[in-house]
Nanobody, 126 residues
Framework: QVQLVQSEGGLVRAGGSLRLSCQAS????????LGWFRQAPGKEREFVAV????????DYADSVKGRFTISRDNAKSTVYLQMNSLKPEDTAVYYC???????????????????WGQGTQVTVSS
């Protein structure tokens, strides 16, 4: 099992930026993709972004494409989510996630992950 520790989130105004981080321990970080999900009040958790173990390939939900950037530093076992041009609808609890297997290149589905960070609240005011 892997342990994931997320940075704090925060309150930002619409149009602002925020960067989340997530540090992993307990598994060979560099051999796995890493994902970010979010859950807004009253909604199901949804996929946000994923990065391949090489760091060279990424995938994003349409709702964040062009505004969010996922990156990783394998030397620090850390994955980042840079969020720009934030909108009120980005308000949610954000979770980093570690997949069950290294076999999936860019996993997008919750059931492909078995370890989750503690969650970080991001609130965007209008």
């Amino acid at each position: 099992q892997v342990q994931l520790v997320q940075s704090e989130g925060g309150l930002v105004r619409a149009g602002g930026s925020l960067r989340l981080s997530c540090q992993a321990s307990g598994r060979i970080f560099s051999q796995f993709a890493l994902g970010w999900f979010r859950q807004a009040p009253g909604k199901e958790r949804e996929f946000v972004a994923v990065i391949a173990w090489t760091g060279e390939s990424t995938d994003y939900a349409d709702s964040v494409k062009g505004r969010f950037t996922i990156s990783r530093d394998n030397a620090k076992s850390t994955v980042y989510l840079q969020m720009n041009s934030l909108k009120p609808e980005d308000t949610a609890v954000y979770y980093c996630a570690f997949p069950k297997t290294s076999a999936n290149w860019l996993p997008r589905f919750e059931e492909q992950y078995d370890s989750w960070g503690q969650g970080t609240q991001v609130t965007v005011s209008s």
